[in-house]
T-cell receptor
Framework: KQEVTQIPAALSVPEGENLVLNCSFTDSAIYNLQWFRQDPGKGLTSLLLIQSSQREQTSGRLNASLDKSSGRSTLYIAASQPGDSATYLCAVHTSGTYKYIFGTGTRLKVLA | GAVVSQHPSRVICKSGTSVKIECRSLDFQATTMFWYRQFPKQSLMLMATSNEGSKATYEQGVEKDKFLINHASLTLSTLTVTSAHPEDSSFYIC??????????????FGAGTRLSVL
């Protein structure tokens, strides 16, 4: 049974800092992994999708990496801004299944 | 491409009423659509899977008579929460997949609907 864990659960950083969010999963047989952003009381925004054959994906200040063999993905945020404050979720699509398994998220607060 | 629209984004209703949430794939045909639910401080959990023209398949513990799912076309699925009660207050999100098997089964997610039942 796939389990997805995100560490840390919460993180506060000063503006401008580079930071790394971690996601680990127990079953390395996956189709893909997605990183999402969820703002308080609001909806979900897909940030990056990494296919199982890929090692990383980049979008602007965001870079997501995937190490399937070790069951890990990281989301790197460069030069963080207060507007980056949100909860970041990772979700894994396990091979042979039809559903994504979500982590419980990392609540990020970037202080001005 | 691959945009999924969900409506409404937020709904507040009285206990005992029914609420319908729509999920549309705007620029692709979605063979399969999925409905997830998120309770406070918990992760999103799959509720049900629907294939166009077929009855939905519900995950264990999800009441199919309470959460009615209709996937009448390749671009629209609806979730109706019948006789809603305060414990149904949650964040509901849909996703859509083109199908095709294996790694092609990427799910594209809507933004979600926050339901508050008074």
């Amino acid at each position: 049974k796939q389990e997805v864990t995100q560490i840390p659960a919460a993180l506060s950083v000063p503006e401008g800092e580079n930071l790394v969010l971690n996601c680990s999963f127990t079953d390395s047989a996956i189709y893909n992994l997605q990183w999402f952003r969820q703002d308080p009381g609001k909806g979900l925004t897909s940030l990056l999708l990494i296919q199982s054959s890929q090692r990383e994906q980049t979008s602007g200040r965001l870079n997501a990496s995937l190490d399937k063999s070790s069951g890990r993905s990281t989301l790197y945020i460069a030069a963080s801004q207060p507007g980056d404050s949100a909860t970041y979720l990772c979700a894994v699509h396990t091979s042979g299944t039809y559903k994504y398994i979500f982590g419980t998220g990392t609540r990020l607060k970037v202080l001005a | 491409g691959a945009v999924v629209s969900q409506h409404p984004s937020r709904v507040i209703c009285k206990s005992g009423t029914s609420v319908k949430i729509e999920c549309r794939s705007l620029d692709f045909q979605a063979t399969t659509m999925f409905w997830y639910r998120q309770f406070p401080k918990q992760s999103l959990m799959l509720m049900a899977t629907s294939n166009e023209g077929s009855k939905a398949t519900y995950e264990q513990g999800v009441e199919k008579d309470k959460f009615l799912i209709n996937h009448a076309s390749l671009t629209l699925s609806t979730l109706t929460v019948t006789s809603a009660h305060p414990e149904d207050s949650s964040f509901y999100i849909c996703s859509a997949s083109r199908g095709g098997g294996g790694a092609k089964n990427i799910q594209y997610f809507g933004a979600g609907t926050r339901l508050s039942v008074l």
